[in-house]
């Protein structure tokens, strides 16, 4: 346990710096583009296409498929090296073919993911989208080389360097904003440098970010040579295994598509695709911060205890991973929906559009701790080599997201529309993890769920109260109206105090009633002071 621990404080605290970075980074270009209006939709699709194509890369390959096969390379006699080899020099391969096809098919996925645009918008996203696909490449080397160390038991590297991303993009948008004013919410105010100077920005940070894990490689005990000699790198089954997962991602993707074309019908004076993407980016700083620095050590565990066919010990690793991370989940979703308003003006020009964009959020938390559950169930049949199961519910659930936004749109307004399309989203991760959660269950001949589930419970009834004393906070503090809502730094203020007082009363209630998960949970949370 203490090697977990160690390795979820490095993960955690590359991650909190990671993110805090991101938030900024953000902050920064709302006020180059504004966060509500045609060319922030405009930049968000164009922006948003190669962390799509990433996602299939990464999830879809590389998290489901590498780690264990590295984890089981690890026990040739070479420690994995030829495999590693062979798999890098595959991968790179692949990655090139998949920008170059990227780049020719700019005009037909700009017009794939926001078919409602104007013409002016289409045309100012397609210019946006040369300038970032060639991310593609970074993205997928950077996932790749970064799971690598990550099955190496080299965990910080990977959290750390998108550290550098943010701070190269924010110096950029700062740039752009000194040059070119801002924020340029208006389609037809942009030039070609204005877009070259806010692009190029974003893909730079990308480029970077990827260069710096190769300067890891040592500490993982690692030597990378070009090998196109893949005949020994086990294809048919890393092709077999990857087969599953890479159209469980490409059904996420095409619910994604129908989802942003619903959504860029709202794009102008409404919350759409950009509002959409800021109030999912705070739903993931509890998520990035909890569930990836803690689960992703227990993945690596609970995959070697999975392949030495130790079931027993893979049980106990499913029921401690989610007790643990429900301790924190939990809480932060309590204070992130008390603190939706001043959270959401982070991201926003003013208090009005904060206003607006806050249900997108509330509905988006509403499978923030399901998806915690998600995160050790889904990664548990993986461990199995079964990436089938996981694409099936996956597939129910992306049905039910494409089949919710659709009947978002055809009932809901435009100002409730991106919240519509949120909250049809949750209840389809809500089904997803039920069905998942017992199929496991039946595989496994029980996974410990009413243990776990009692666990949540206890936490749940504990947040109600902590919720109610935040909400007094921040009733106190001026509410929607008041000073919290005055400019982005003072949402940010706002939310962390209000923020602070759910998690005091949360801990308080879980002490006074001697929670059995408190003492293991806060002496992981100690190794995050800076005495340690």
Known sequence: MSSIGRASVLIGAGTIASRLTGLLRTIVLVAAIGSIGGAGDAFAVANQLPNNIYAIIS????????????????????????????????????????????????????????????????????????????????????????????????????????????????????????????????????????????????????????????????????????????????????????????????????AGIVQSNVLSGASG?????????????????????????????????????????RHDQVRADISRSIRTLGFFIVASAAALAVAAVPASRIFTTNAEQAVAA?????????????????????????????????????????????????????????????????????IASVVQVVVATVLLHRRLSGIGTASWLLALGRFALAALPAAAAGYGVLLLLGGADGWTTSSALAGAAGAAIVGSVVLAVYLGILALFRTPELAPALALGRRFLPHR
């Open 358 to 426: 806050a249900p997108v959020l509330l509905c988006f938390l509403v499978c923030l701790v399901p998806l915690a559950v998600l995160f050790v169930v889904q990664r548990t049949f993986y461990a199995y080599n079964d990436t089938r199961t996981p694409f099936f519910f996956t597939l129910l659930q992306c049905a039910l997201v494409a089949g919710g936004a659709v009947l978002a749109s055809a009932v809901l307004g435009r100002g409730e529309l991106a919240a519509g399309v949120a909250l049809t989203q949750s």
């Open 269 to 309: 004076n409404d919350p759409a695709i950009f509002a959409s993407q800021n109030a999912w980016l705070l739903f993931m700083l509890p998520y990035s911060i909890i569930v990836l620095s803690i689960g992703t050590p227990y993945f690596t565990q609970l995959s070697e205890h999975a392949a030495a066919g």
């Open 59 to 254: 999830t879809g390959l590389l998290t489901a498929v590498v780690v264990p096969q590295i984890v089981k390379a690890a026990t040739h006699a070479d420690g994995g090296q030829a495999f590693i080899s062979k798999l890098f020099t595959l991968g790179t391969v692949g990655l090139l073919g998949a920008t170059a096809l990227a780049m020719v098919a700019a005009p037909l996925l700009v017009q794939v993911y926001a078919s409602k645009f104007t013409d002016d918008q289409l045309a100012l996203s397609t210019a946006f989208a040369y300038w970032c696909l060639p991310q593609v490449f970074f993205y997928g080397l950077y996932a790749l080389l970064g799971e690598i160390l990550n099955a190496r038991r080299v965990f910080g590297p990977y959290t750390w360097a998108p550290i550098v991303n943010n701070v190269i993009s924010i110096a950029g948008f700062g740039v752009f904003i000194l040059i070119f004013s801002g924020p340029q919410d208006r389609v037809a105010a942009w030039t070609p440098s204005m877009i070259a100077t806010l692009a190029g920005t974003a893909t730079a940070g990308i480029v970077v970010q990827t260069l710096v894990l190769l300067f890891f490689w040592r500490r993982a005990g690692l030597t990378l040579r070009p090998d196109f000699q893949w005949k020994g790198v086990g294809l048919r089954h890393i092709g077999r295994l990857a087969g599953w997962t890479f159209l469980m991602v490409v059904a996420g993707q095409l």
